[in-house]
């Protein structure tokens, strides 16, 4: 049911001229959370409107009410010049929303052009295909948006890249005037965002307006032309994109001010032997050739795109994927790892950057989490679990890493996830290593969490960890990192000292150069602009 409320006045809408959608004092509840308190909401024709904040703090909640989707407590839309109480998906529909959702809703066994072509395929009410038809309206579709997709390849074989291309021609071909995207790019490489920019840049230009939701601030900077942030429900921010850094962003997502300038590095004392060299390391279809040295109180950071190697040069070194050749030095002996137990047993620790799925059990408590690697230890000579020591044991990891929880007794599910993350770090902390392998650490950990975490691997470092820093989150790198090691194709292709690049320059170097194996062939085909 729509409910349009009579009589716009004339002011208002010479007012409009170029707003297209105008959510006003829009409270959303669910139960005792309040969702979004008083936000007002434009979107421009023609603009890229990034909508920015951390988790739970109601980006969804307020695409869910533009979309008809949810209803608001309180508020009113106006879209198009016409005001509504509430929309309804097909009104929302009607008046050109589209939102790309993550599953992008395709047909996987259906074709390319099927796909893009079967909405109207579907309205045409006609019992036969027309394939010619189907051809056409595909071809016409990937015009639009200057990208070449294959017409028959079944859409279960494509790239997610490409999957959300199909989902962003099909808003299209829908009419849209408004193109909502949530998190569009969490499952893409930096070259497939890079791609999707490029698209998302021709649809402005010709007169499309794009909501772009994110929390990775380096691709607002890069995309936005305004940029509106939320924090607990309440927009905080919504200005101009132009002049706005990630400082001043993380500020308004945040209410703290995470401050780059006053980090302080611990001293790696270049006398020092290493904790661990490698050199010569070969993984087929991995990583070839690779030394590298790591000493006492370093964080040293290896970069690269997805693919190039990054993750497999860490899984051998905890013996998950065993090298093929060359050697590995711990404290000047060489050593043999070809199993997690080697590693364990010469003191890697490995973090994976799932943690969900790898490192965590989610329904166990915090206590259990934390002393699962040293359970050995706690139990008694009748085989029994020193539950004291367990305890006190859990209590000393949640005090050192701050866990902000009432009970080590919860489940870790109630955590958020930068405090899952702890858990996970704790983990390993509790068995002591001397090398810790961190795979993207703050990957899906909110601005706050990740500048804590940040904290963590630096002071973790200074008590003499090496700590080997997997990620390509080049913040991140800048944040931590002594040393970044750059790998392309399965190789280093460079070294830098923190203090000898910047990050744009850095950002330049990883995106320059696309893998060159296997994975390459599933990025996007982006024609060349005429
Ligand atoms: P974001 O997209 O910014 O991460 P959401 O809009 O999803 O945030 O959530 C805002 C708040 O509303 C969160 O506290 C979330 O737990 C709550 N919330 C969202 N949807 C529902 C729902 N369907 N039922 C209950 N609570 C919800
Ligand atoms: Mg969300």
Redesign the pocket.
């Known amino acids: 049911m729509t409910d349009i409320l009579p009589g716009t006045d004339p002011v208002s809408q010479a007012a409009l001229k170029d707003e297209i959608l105008r959510a006003e004092h829009i409270s959303k509840r669910?139960?005792g959370?309040v969702?979004l308190n008083d936000v007002s909401l434009s979107i421009y024709k023609g603009e890229i409107c990034c909508l920015v904040?951390?988790?739970?703090?109601?980006?969804?909640?307020?695409i869910k009410i533009i979309s008809g989707v949810y209803t608001p407590d309180e508020g009113d839309i106006t879209v198009n010049g016409r005001q509504y109480k509430k929309l309804t998906p097909i009104t929302s529909i009607h008046e050109g929303i589209q939102v790309i959702y993550q599953d992008f809703s395709l047909f996987p066994n259906l074709t390319v052009a099927e796909n893009i072509a079967i909405n109207q395929q579907l309205a045409s009410g006609k019992q036969l295909v027309n394939w010619k038809q189907v051809e056409q309206i595909a071809r016409e579709g990937l015009a639009k948006i200057n990208v070449s997709l294959p017409l028959d390849a079944e859409v279960s074989t494509l790239s997610t890249a490409d999957r959300q291309l199909i989902a962003i021609i099909k808003a299209l071909l829908a009419n849209a005037r408004i193109i909502i995207m949530?998190e569009p790019t969490t499952a893409l490489t930096q070259k497939e965002v890079a791609a999707l920019f490029k698209v998302i840049n021709g649809l402005k230009s010709q007169g499309m307006s794009i909501l772009f939701?994110s929390h990775k601030l380096n691709e607002v900077i890069e995309i936005a032309d305004r940029t509106v942030i939320?924090r607990n429900?309440k927009k905080t921010m919504d200005q101009d994109a132009k002049g706005l850094d990630a400082k001043k962003m993380e500020f308004y997502m945040t209410g703290r001010e995470i401050d780059g300038q006053a980090i302080t590095f611990g001293e790696v004392n270049q006398a020092d032997a290493p904790l661990l060299k490698v050199e010569q390391l070969n993984l087929a279809r991995g990583f070839f050739d690779v030394s590298f040295e790591l000493k006492p109180k370093e964080v040293l950071g290896i970069t690269g795109l997805l693919g190039s190697g990054r993750t497999e040069l860490a899984l051998a070194l905890f013996g998950e994927l065993p090298a093929n050749s060359g050697k590995i030095y711990l404290q000047g002996k060489e050593v043999q790892i070809k199993t997690i137990q080697d590693a364990t047993a010469h003191g890697i620790a490995y973090v994976p950057d799932d943690r969900i799925r790898q490192g965590l059990f989610l329904e166990h408590s915090i206590e259990n989490n934390i002393v699962v690697s040293i359970i050995g230890r706690l139990v008694n000579r009748l085989g029994l679990v020193n539950s004291k020591r367990k305890a006190s044991e859990a209590q000393r990891w949640v005090r050192q890493l701050e866990l902000k929880t009432p009970s080590p007794e919860l489940p870790v599910k109630s955590l958020s996830g930068g405090n899952q993350q702890r858990v996970v770090l704790a983990k390993w902390l509790a068995s002591n290593p001397k090398i810790l392998i961190l795979n993207g650490p703050t990957v899906g950990v909110d601005v706050g969490s990740k500048a804590e975490i940040h904290e963590l691997i630096r002071s973790l470092a200074q008590q003499g960890l090496g700590i080997l820093l997997i990620s390509d989150d080049i913040p991140e790198l800048f944040q931590t990192c002594h040393r970044i090691l750059l790998m392309r194709a399965g190789r280093i292709v460079e070294e830098y000292k923190r203090q000898d690049i910047t990050e744009q320059a850095l950002n330049a170097e990883l995106v320059a150069a696309a893998p060159v194996r296997a994975d390459a062939s599933a990025s996007t085909h982006v024609s060349a602009q005429p």
């Open positions: 669910f139960g959370v969702a904040g951390e988790n739970g703090s109601g980006k969804s909640t307020m949530d939701v939320f429900g």
